[in-house]
């Protein structure tokens, strides 16, 4: 198996460096967060940032949460890979073979987390470029770099899940919605707990999302010691969604 899976997240990886359309949205979608929304509240007086942000400049609060989610919407990338796949007959070539639905399932799933990792350079440049101020931490640094592995796993095999039995091509998108804007919004990633009502905080308890921009936050930010409770809610959230699409591949991929 291990064969198979590395020829498929080969494949997957050509096809990113290949497409200068992938290339252009790696670049462009940090810089339009940056731009857009990490100076929407440029404008907080310093003190009111410092006291609710921990910051004196809100794009730096916002920079490690920008990246979680970036972590996130990269996981479509899965799920749009399996339904072209399907679409243009090679998924049903590939399992005409020995080789396992599993590998198909994890070569995606690493192909989005790839997609993802890639986006993590360009937007750390871009706000030291714009004025934000590194105090890192380098174990805090390592942790949330494995956060982010297990982040964007987690979420390419969550998203892979939905389009295991589908060509419809609107399916990711339609899913995509349904998933990252609620995630994203019930997590610290843009705001602090502090302003949540108090069913907002217990889902921001529980989401990824959450624990992946707070481990961000200490390696980059705060320059604090990390989290193992954090780095552990990101593995077992990696490990489960891992293992149920594993699961259910085996008896849901179809060829067409």
Known sequence: MIDQ??????RE???LFRSRFMWAMILAQPLMWIIFFGNSLAGLPKGFLAQYFGVDNYLAYMLPGMVTISMMTAGTFASISIVIDRRLGYLKRVLTTPTPRSAVFLAKALGGMTRGLLMVPVILALGALLGVHYKIDWGALVAWLAGLLALGIGFSSLFAVFT???SDVHAPGVIA???TMPLM???TAIFPREFFPTWLKALSEVNPLTYATELGREALIYGSAPSTTALAALALFAVTTTAIGIVMVETQLSPD
Request: charged share 10%.
């Open 5 to 10: 899976l590395y020829a498929l997240y080969k």
């Open 13 to 15: 990886v050509l096809k």
């Open 164 to 166: 295991s039995n589908t």
């Open 177 to 179: 919605n349904f998933i």
């Open 185 to 187: 919004f019930t997590s």
